[in-house]
């Protein structure tokens, strides 16, 4: 009897909690005087959750800064809301509703192409401006998926460019590449948009040694490196890498014990490197790298600034995450100016054709048509090194404007 | 038989009391539930329809699919495809596509795979669903992750979806008419026969059922539902990528047939919403939530076996156990005496809802 009543009881409480969690008609709330409400749409769970912190902190960053000049424009203080889409398209879909619940009409995020997609689709419904900070697909502007939607990652054609450009000036004796890629068409496509690079720069045709694609996500690589140690001498070769993420430990760790990152002239890679670099504690192996942005290229003011802030509150430097989240912040706070509002409407109007400082030197213009963001791309050597900050140092820097 | 169907035979019969739950679903929920949640419960509904559909083949058939993400995936990729080069096609057109495309596929599949069963056949269908996943990467027009978008302009019979409050009126109406077909089937000849299938597959072939046959058509018209549910979902999210695909999304449905229970026609039903809604909830309180959510249906897939189906049941008996005895024993071997795998007893009403 007893027990039956602690069930009805914990199935009564169990089935209020969800009617009182989701009951009431939720109406949007409205923005409060002096305060613009702005989305920050992340995986904050899940395998990519170490990045998304990293992105959410230099929105914080973006908002604190903002915030201790007195706001945007001196009217509004910014009060960022953070979700969590899981990295699953159809939770971000409903995380979107949760903002404009909450009377968000600004917001940033999205981690990867089908996430801004769907961040993008679901924010059009309510037309609620959206910037996708992260992704960087060509497919989702020029024309833009929706009209609500802008994207400020810096594309893979340019991203390939740059670091074929950059091999080509910095190593021009390379005379051979070996390759791995994921087996997806951007990846293979970095490395077809580096070598044409590199051929312009060189003058020169250049040769591909060893070839292989693996399958995205694959975590076990043996068969290609043992096909990359039997390629014969490497002093002149250079390894290009067109994984990320897992892929990179993996590659990595498996590479290491054959002494194979030692032999190679160069090692470069179009994926993100610096938080793998910086997991290694100190004994990450040198890869020339390309993204954004790296915090130790950039000798402008306003990046120091950047910097300094972003270390004091979370003891680390920012990675091109937090940067791409501080840039988003920062487009929107000169578009909410440019407009006079935070009506949703007139910041997208605003934004269409927009410019601004960055603190990577080159600025950010974002096109009328396409609402496509052109900064810059920048590239590096990212090497382990305990006496550097966070065990990673970088070197050979070089910014790329993007036409 | 139930009161309701002792009652009214017809109404059972004809599953109009399906069609009524449904209805009055549709009309309640946009009364309480507004914004975000009532997004939820049109996720929850498409949902139910994908749980319904692994129960065709899970709990109805006896067939274990671990590869069911491959078809909610193809009824996806059909819409969007069809999107992209036939945009005017009615979206009711689609799902029809949607439905049939999976189940060719499904049938098909289906023929090869069940020259195996039990553990062998679940990894068929996993191979299958993670070769599909890896051609949205091989196959360009695919898009890989790119993916499609777009798909929230579909028009439905000559408009699109201009508000959630429509969407969610569109999907309850597609996912009622579903289960209602569902009902009939569980009802009819074909949906004996796949129990019977489930039960004991030698002594069905030995009735002159042909087994075979008959777990083609269970898998096909799972296929074809779980694709309808595929490409609801693509019109409710507006995108349609690789990840649709993935096990992860196999591995979720079946757990909300478990936690629902499928010895009972609604398990499934009640499984997907307390899935969606656990997901929800958990995760606007906490940042981890994917192990708290699993914490929570493991919880309650240990604690009740059958399901939150065989929750009232077991309160019944609980009660009953404690209270004065106010039955006689019944005699050994009646309905009473016989025990269901998790040691609780049948009542003859629960033992005519096993079936």
Same mark, same amino acid.
């Given at each position: 009897?007893?027990?039956?009543?602690?069930?009805?009881?914990?199935?009564?409480?169990?089935?209020?909690?969800?009617?009182?969690?989701?009951?009431?008609?939720s109406e949007a709330g409205s923005a409060d005087e002096g305060t613009v409400k702005v989305g920050v749409v992340l995986p904050f769970s899940g395998v990519q959750a170490t990045i998304a912190k990293l992105e959410g902190q230099g929105a914080e960053v973006a908002a604190k800064m903002i915030n201790d000049e007195g706001g945007i424009d001196g009217q509004w203080e910014i009060e960022l809301v953070e979700v969590d889409d899981q990295l699953d398209p159809a939770r971000s879909a409903t995380v979107v509703r949760d903002l404009n619940d909450e009377g968000v009409q600004l917001a940033i995020g999205g981690q990867t192409s089908d996430l801004c997609k769907s961040s993008a689709e679901a924010s059009q419904r309510f037309n609620l401006t959206f910037i996708g900070a992260h992704c960087t697909s060509p497919e989702l502007v020029d024309p833009p998926i929706t009209d609500n939607f802008f994207m400020i990652g810096q594309q893979m054609t340019d991203l390939a460019t740059a670091i074929g450009t950059g091999l080509a000036k910095r190593y021009p004796d390379i005379e051979t590449w070996d390759v791995v890629t994921y087996d997806v068409e951007v990846m293979r496509g970095s490395w077809d948009i580096a070598k044409e690079a590199m051929e312009a720069e060189l003058g020169r045709e250049v040769t591909v040694g060893e070839q292989y694609s693996v399958p995205i996500g694959a975590t076990s690589m043996r068969k290609e490196i043992s096909g990359l140690v039997s390629a014969g001498d490497k002093g002149d070769r250079g390894l290009f890498l067109g994984v990320y993420g897992a892929g990179t430990t993996s590659f990595i760790q498996q590479a290491k014990p054959?002494?194979?990152?030692?032999?190679?002239?160069?090692?470069?890679?179009?994926?993100?490197?610096?938080?793998?670099a910086t997991a290694l504690d100190g004994e990450a192996p040198p890869i020339y790298n390309v993204h954004d942005y790296f915090y130790a290229c950039q000798d402008d003011p306003e990046n120091d600034a950047f910097v300094a802030e972003f270390e004091e509150m979370t003891g680390e430097k920012p990675d091109a995450g937090a940067y791409q989240s501080y840039l988003a912040i920062k487009l929107l706070e000169a578009a909410v100016t440019e407009a006079g509002t935070t009506d949703s409407a007139e910041v997208q109007e605003a934004l269409q054709g927009l410019s601004i400082e960055t603190p990577m030197g080159p600025t950010m213009d974002i096109g009328a048509e396409s609402h496509a963001g052109k900064g810059g791309v920048t590239t590096a050597l990212l090497q382990g090194d305990p006496d550097a900050p966070q065990g990673v140092s970088i070197t050979e820097c070089d910014v790329f404007p993007v036409d | 038989m139930t009161t309701i169907g002792r009652r009214f035979p017809v109404v059972t019969r004809s599953g109009v009391h399906v069609l009524i739950g449904f209805a009055v679903?549709?009309?309640?929920?946009?009364?309480?539930?507004?914004? /975000?949640?009532?997004?939820?419960?049109?996720?929850? $509904?498409?949902?139910?329809?994908?749980?319904?559909?692994?129960?065709v083949l899970f709990g109805w058939?006896?067939?274990?699919?671990?590869?069911?993400?491959?078809?909610?995936?193809?009824?996806?990729?059909?819409?969007?495809?069809?999107?992209?080069?036939?945009?005017?096609?009615?979206?009711?057109?689609?799902?029809?596509?949607a439905a049939l495309v999976a189940a060719v596929v499904a049938?098909?599949?289906?023929?090869?795979?069940?020259?195996?069963?039990?553990?062998?056949?679940?990894?068929?269908?996993?191979?299958? $669903?993670?070769?599909?996943?890896?051609?949205?990467?091989?196959?360009?027009?695919?898009?890989?992750?790119?993916?499609?978008h777009g798909l929230f302009s579909v028009n439905i019979i000559s408009n699109p979806l201009t508000s959630d409050l429509d969407l969610w009126y569109y999907t309850i109406a597609v996912v009622g008419f579903c289960v209602w077909l569902l009902w009939?089937?569980?009802? /009819?000849?074909?949906?004996?026969?796949?129990? $019977?299938?489930?039960?004991?597959?030698?002594?069905?072939? $030995?009735?002159?059922?042909?087994?075979?046959?008959v777990q083609v058509c269970a898998f096909a018209v799972s296929a074809a539902l779980s694709a309808v549910a595929g490409a609801l979902l693509a019109q409710g999210q507006g995108v349609v990528s690789p990840g649709m695909l993935s096990f992860a999304i196999s591995g979720e449905i079946l757990v909300a047939c478990l936690i629902g229970g499928m010895s009972r026609f609604g398990g499934p039903i009640l499984g997907a919403i307390v899935l969606i809604w656990s997901q929800t909830l958990i995760s606007n309180l906490l940042h981890d939530s994917s192990m708290f959510v699993g914490l929570l249906l493991l919880v309650i897939v240990i604690a009740?076996?059958?399901g939150l189906v065989s929750l009232p049941g077991r309160v019944r008996n609980r009660r009953r156990a404690s209270g004065p005895p106010s039955i006689p024993p019944a005699p050994t071997g009646s309905l009473a005496d016989e025990s269901v795998p998790d040691g609780s007893p049948v009542s003859a009403g629960d033992e005519e809802a096993l079936r």
């Open positions: 009897m007893k027990n039956a009543l602690v069930l009805r009881t914990t199935v009564a409480l169990a089935l209020s909690g969800l009617v009182l969690a989701g009951c009431g008609k054959t002494g194979l990152l030692d032999e190679y002239g160069v090692l470069a890679q179009t994926g993100v490197y610096w938080p793998t | 679903v549709a009309v309640l929920m946009p009364v309480f539930f507004g914004g /975000s949640p009532l997004f939820t419960w049109t996720t929850a $509904a498409v949902w139910v329809l994908f749980a319904m559909s692994t129960s058939t006896g067939l274990l699919s671990f590869g069911q993400a491959a078809f909610f995936g193809i009824g996806a990729y059909t819409m969007a495809l069809i999107h992209e080069n036939r945009p005017e096609t009615p979206g009711l057109v689609m799902l029809l596509a049938a098909v599949f289906a023929l090869f795979a069940l020259r195996t069963s039990g553990a062998e056949f679940a990894i068929l269908t996993l191979v299958l $669903a993670q070769v599909l996943w890896l051609l949205t990467y091989r196959v360009s027009w695919l898009k890989g992750e790119d993916g499609f009939l089937l569980h009802r /009819s000849t074909a949906g004996m026969a796949m129990r $019977a299938v489930r039960d004991d597959p030698w002594r069905s072939a $030995a009735l002159g059922i042909n087994v075979r046959r009740l076996p059958q």
